[in-house]
Every structure is written in C-alpha cells, then in structure tokens.
C-alpha cells in the first residue's frame, strides 16, 4: 500500500470540454459491412466467435456473410448471395400471376403425349419393316 503525505491529492486529468462529450456519448454501431475485392478475401477475413460480418463485393455483384459460431473447433459458416435489381412496378399495374393447371389437365396431356409416342414408334417399325423390303 502507498503512502501519501497528509492533505496529498493525486494530480487530477483535465480533458477538453469537446473530448469529454466523446467519452460520455455511447459509440453508435453501424452495421457490419465490409468491402472486399473477391470472394477469397471475405473467405480469408477473421470473424471473432459468436459474430457474423456481411461483405460487398466491389467488383461484382455479390454479397457475402461469414458466421463464425461461439465454438471455435466448427468451421465458420460462409454464404454467398447474388444481387439482382428489380424493376418497380407502375402503380395500377397487376402483379404478373403464375397460372396452375389441374391435375386432372395434366393427366390427360401425359395420357395423349403416351398414345403420339406410340404413333411415332409404329411408324418407326413401318418405315424400317417398308426399308427392309426394299433391300430384298
């Protein structure tokens, strides 16, 4: 334990009034974004355990995430998204829609597609049997 004379008072540290507010005020956090040049580099980049970083490509269009679990003995979990722009639809205009046939559609299109394919192999057999024919 140090002794100090009677009345000492450690020299106190005087910040700049501007500096203070610094320490005072929290640090605002941004969003984890890295820019990389290739998707190599975001594969190389450190991840501490328990965090997860985004990455922009800068020369194409891709993004990546690289998650690295609390455990550090699994591998970091790394994935790869492509950037595609979409295109605003004019307000009034209708979503385009999906149509669906029904099953029932369907079994009557495998159903005629089955007897044309019969068709065509008869007339495979016809055409090779009129073939043989003519050779003799």
Not at 90 to 117: C, H, N, V
């Amino acid at each position: 334990m140090a002794y100090f004379p009677v009345g000492y008072q450690p020299a106190q540290i005087f910040y700049p009034q501007q500096y203070q507010q610094q320490m005072t005020q929290p640090q605002q956090t941004s969003p984890n974004f890295v820019r990389v040049q290739n998707e190599n580099e975001a594969r190389m980049y450190p991840v501490a355990p328990g965090n997860s970083v985004m990455f922009i490509d800068e020369n194409s269009p891709y993004c990546y995430t690289k998650t690295m679990d609390i455990s550090q003995l699994d591998r970091p979990k790394f994935d790869k998204y492509r950037l595609v722009k979409e295109e605003e639809m004019p307000q009034g205009e209708a979503i385009p829609t999906i149509a669906y046939a029904a099953k029932s559609d369907l079994d009557d299109m495998r159903k005629e597609l089955d007897q044309l394919k019969e068709k065509i192999a008869q007339m495979g057999k016809k055409r090779r049997k009129y073939e043989e024919d003519d050779d003799e």
